[in-house]
């Protein structure tokens, strides 16, 4: 089990749906990934890539979507 994150970086075709200062959901071709912390703080953002720093992670969820 993973207890804590540091750093998560995202690369490439994410879709950010939400970004606040605890919370980050955001989806790829098939998948929607679900993370909360007691605080999240962007070290890098570009076209291709997300860094994010993460301060005690509460919350790491990454499902399949449905197919419609």
Known sequence: MI???DDIILDYE???LRL???ELVCSYNHYLLEIKAD???IKS???ERLHLQVDKLLHF???RK???
């Open 45 to 47: 953002m570009s076209m």
């Open 66 to 68: 449905e197919s419609s």
């Open 3 to 5: 207890d804590n994150f």
């Open 14 to 16: 994410i879709s950010l």
């Open 20 to 22: 606040t200062d605890t």
């Open 39 to 41: 605080r999240l703080s």
């Open 61 to 63: 969820k990454l499902t």
